[in-house]
Each structure stands twice: as structure tokens, then as C-alpha cells.
């Protein structure tokens, strides 16, 4: 870990967690970015998580995903995207409709298209009955979590679905934007998460079309 990016409140484990996440990183962006902006992502993104108060021996592991995430989407800005159509999906706290949208359109495309989530005020933990009711579906997102949206996660994204985060949803020129009315799963048991649930993956679906990817 650099000078630059210590954390001196972090124990030994954590730290070596880090550095361990860190070299992972580089081995696999070797060629597309450099140990500087490799450490900066992973760091930063610790520091997100970390205000909000995520379980401490966790971070390290959510900063290196999230991290990698983030060095994808960049990557794609500076022209090394791979072809596929990027979507991603907002809601306020990406622990409910935006992580459902997210698992249906990774399950529905398959390797045929990239789906991301994010939230403008990201929460500490998946929906419960978020999670149950996709489970009834066959699909686990039970391994996803809460993360923030960046900006060059925005910009590499090819259509941008935000669900109920009104102003606090990023704008930015050339995206492609829809605005899903859904009611928020928040507190809600899993028999009244599952009309939102259906609605959501009719939605998905007909997304997978204007995209001319089909569906799994």
C-alpha cells in the first residue's frame, strides 16, 4: 500500500487485505491502467464504504469489487469496452428495485450485455424480501450489496434506468435515460415485494428488446 493512501486506524489484517486486493487489481488491469489510479479506486472506495459503517473485516473485500467495477467503467470511457451494451440502474438506496433490475437483466442476457447498480444515498444491506422474492425466480442476489454511483461508472454506461432518485440521479450528455415508476420495496413483506418484482422484470424484458439482446 502506498504512503499515500495509508489508513492508520486499520489493523494488520486489513491493511494486508488491501495491499493483498491491491496486487490482484494490477495483475488484472496489467496494460490498461497503472498503480496509481489502481490504489486510488481501491482507496476511495474503501473510504465510501467506511462512512457507512459497513462491518469492518468486510470493506477491503466490497472496495476491491467495487473497485474493479469502477476500473471497468473507466477502462470503457477510454475506448477499451468490449462491445457489449452497458445498463445501469438507480434507485435512492440500491437495496431493493435497482438490485432487482440488476439480477434479472444479468440473468435474462446472460454474457450478452453488462448491468450495474447504484444508489444516491446507498444503504447498508440488500432488502431482505428483495432478496426472497428473486430467490422464487431462481435468481441469487444475495451477494450483491448496497454501492454509490461514480462518474465514470454514469459515463460508461449506454442507457441509465433511475427509479424514484429524482435530482439526485446523475446526468450526463449521451446517456440514454428512462425514468421507472416503481413503489420502493422498502419495509414491505415479500408477498407485496412481488407485484413490484414481476413489474420490474416486464420492464427488463421489454429493455432486452429495444436492445436486441435475447433474452435467456
Same mark, same amino acid.
Given at each position: 500500500?502506498?504512503?499515500?493512501?495509508?489508513?492508520?486506524?486499520?489493523?494488520?489484517?486489513?491493511?494486508?487485505?488491501?495491499?493483498?486486493?491491491?496486487?490482484?487489481?494490477?495483475?488484472?488491469?496489467?496494460?490498461?491502467?497503472?498503480?496509481?489510479?489502481?490504489?486510488?479506486?481501491?482507496?476511495?472506495?474503501?473510504? +465510501?464504504?467506511?462512512?457507512?459503517?459497513? &462491518?469492518?473485516?468486510?470493506?477491503?473485500? @466490497?472496495?476491491? /469489487?467495487?473497485?474493479? +467495477?469502477?476500473?471497468?467503467? @473507466?477502462? /470503457?470511457?477510454?475506448?477499451?469496452?468490449?462491445?457489449?451494451?452497458?445498463?445501469?440502474?438507480?434507485?435512492?438506496?440500491?437495496?431493493?428495485?435497482?438490485?432487482?433490475?440488476?439480477?434479472?437483466?444479468?440473468?435474462?442476457?446472460?454474457?450478452?450485455?453488462?448491468?450495474?447498480?447504484?444508489?444516491?444515498?446507498?444503504?447498508?444491506?440488500?432488502?431482505?424480501?428483495? $432478496?426472497?422474492?428473486?430467490?422464487? /425466480?431462481?435468481?441469487?442476489?444475495?451477494?450483491?450489496?448496497?454501492?454509490?454511483?461514480?462518474?465514470? &461508472?454514469?459515463?460508461?454506461?449506454?442507457?441509465?434506468?433511475?427509479?424514484?432518485?429524482?435530482?439526485?440521479?446523475? $446526468?450526463?450528455?449521451?446517456?440514454?435515460?428512462?425514468?421507472? #415508476?416503481?413503489?420502493?420495496?422498502?419495509?414491505?413483506?415479500?408477498?407485496?415485494?412481488?407485484?413490484?418484482?414481476?413489474?420490474?422484470?416486464?420492464?427488463?424484458?421489454?429493455?432486452?428488446?429495444?436492445? #436486441?439482446?435475447?433474452?435467456?
Amino acid at each position: 500500500m502506498s504512503q499515500t493512501y495509508r489508513h492508520p486506524d486499520l489493523s494488520i489484517d486489513q491493511q494486508h487485505a488491501l495491499l493483498t486486493a491491491a496486487r490482484r487489481l494490477a495483475e488484472e488491469f496489467t496494460g490498461t491502467f497503472g498503480t496509481e489510479t489502481i490504489e486510488r479506486f481501491l482507496h476511495t472506495s474503501y473510504d +465510501q464504504f467506511a462512512l457507512h459503517g459497513k &462491518i469492518p473485516d468486510f470493506l477491503p473485500l @466490497l472496495a476491491e /469489487r467495487f473497485a474493479r +467495477q469502477r476500473l471497468h467503467a @473507466l477502462a /470503457r470511457v477510454e475506448g477499451h469496452g468490449d462491445g457489449r451494451p452497458v445498463v445501469l440502474f438507480l434507485c435512492v438506496h440500491n437495496a431493493g428495485r435497482s438490485q432487482m433490475a440488476m439480477g434479472f437483466f444479468q440473468h435474462l442476457a446472460a454474457d450478452r450485455g453488462v448491468a450495474w447498480s447504484g444508489g444516491s444515498e446507498f444503504a447498508s444491506e440488500i432488502n431482505p424480501a428483495a $432478496v426472497a422474492s428473486m430467490a422464487e /425466480r431462481g435468481i441469487d442476489i444475495s451477494r450483491e450489496f448496497p454501492k454509490p454511483w461514480t462518474e465514470e &461508472i454514469v459515463r460508461a454506461a449506454d442507457v441509465v434506468v433511475t427509479m424514484g432518485c429524482g435530482d439526485a440521479c446523475p $446526468v450526463y450528455p449521451g446517456r440514454r435515460y428512462l425514468n421507472w #415508476e416503481l413503489d420502493d420495496p422498502a419495509g414491505k413483506s415479500v408477498e407485496d415485494v412481488r407485484p413490484i418484482r414481476d413489474e420490474i422484470e416486464r420492464r427488463v424484458r421489454h429493455l432486452l428488446d429495444d436492445l #436486441e439482446i435475447p433474452a435467456a
